[in-house]
């Protein structure tokens, strides 16, 4: 499975910004999909996460009522709608998938994509 994430770029704090991943090479119904996080000299970080048929949804409580994760089986593309960001939330931006049922690992994902900078000025 290929992953390949757009969408970053510099936004005031208080803004917004969608990210996309685009996935190919694989049936995507069948992964599970994860948004992580690497802010700058820190360790990546558990975002949101979604099912394969969306039934389950799952955020990291720094995010949670400010992202939406979303995704389209018919085009193969997971997105996270990131409102209200603020300085805290600028980082690298990676999507990710997996099979395993615990979604908040980073290391239970098998794929990841190539990463899109966020920044937020405040």
């Known amino acids: 499975v290929q992953l390949q994430a757009s969408g970053g770029g510099e936004v005031q704090a208080g803004g917004s910004l969608k990210l996309s991943c685009a996935a190919s090479g694989g049936i995507f119904r069948n992964y599970r999909m994860g948004w992580f996080r690497q802010p700058p000299g820190k360790e990546r970080e558990f975002v949101a996460a979604?099912?394969?048929?969306?039934?389950?949804?799952f955020y990291a409580d720094s995010v949670k009522g400010r992202f939406t994760i979303s995704r389209n089986n018919a085009k193969n593309t997971v997105d996270l709608q990131m409102n209200n960001l603020t300085p805290e939330d600028a980082a690298v931006y990676y999507c990710a998938a997996t099979t395993s049922v615990t979604l908040r690992d980073a290391s239970q994902y098998y794929y990841w994509g190539q990463g899109t900078l966020v920044t937020v000025s405040s």
């Open positions: 979604i099912r394969g048929s969306s039934s389950g949804i």
